[in-house]
């Protein structure tokens, strides 16, 4: 089957949608894991936006001149912020990043959670919630400021 695009824009809309039904009817563990994959969709998109290396045919982002699929995960990518920083910097787009000044919260979650046992997730959600409202706050302001 091929690829099909990806869209993070409407991916990342979807899933932050989704996490706040979820949180309102208390259904925190999968609320965390939407809020976790809205904010990765949100740099994804931001990144893309900035012109970070992509698949022309499906959007995707890409690593390297091999064009292996850039798989990070939102923990993974605030792990990395110094180079988020450093790319964005260079582009002239640092205020999108601080407009994010809470996307470090996100530094204890992981896909691993959709496995545990929802005693043993931290009891991180609001801090995740927060930061991902940063993230839906931070692409209004970037597509008012596309051409």
């Not at 996490?19 to 990144?47: M, P, S, V, W």
């Not at 699929?69 to 910097?89: R, T």
């Not at 260079?90 to 496995?115: H, I, K, V």
């Amino acid at each position: 089957m091929p690829s099909q695009p990806v869209d993070f824009y409407q991916a990342g809309q979807r899933h932050f949608h989704d996490a706040e039904l979820l949180h309102d009817h208390a259904r925190n563990a999968a609320a965390g894991q939407l809020y976790g994959f809205t904010a990765e969709c949100g740099i994804k998109f931001l990144l893309l936006k900035q012109g970070y290396p992509s698949d022309p045919a499906t959007g995707e982002l890409v690593e390297d001149r091999k064009k292996r699929k850039f798989k990070k995960h939102i923990h993974e990518l605030v792990s990395n912020i110094n180079h988020l920083h450093a790319y964005l910097d260079g582009r002239g787009a640092a205020q999108y990043l601080a407009m994010m000044p809470s996307l470090m919260n996100f530094a204890d979650w992981t896909t691993a959670y959709r496995y545990y046992n929802e005693s043993h997730i931290p009891l991180s959600l609001t801090e995740w919630r927060s930061a991902s409202r940063e993230v839906m706050l931070m692409l209004d302001q970037l597509l008012l400021d596309m051409p």
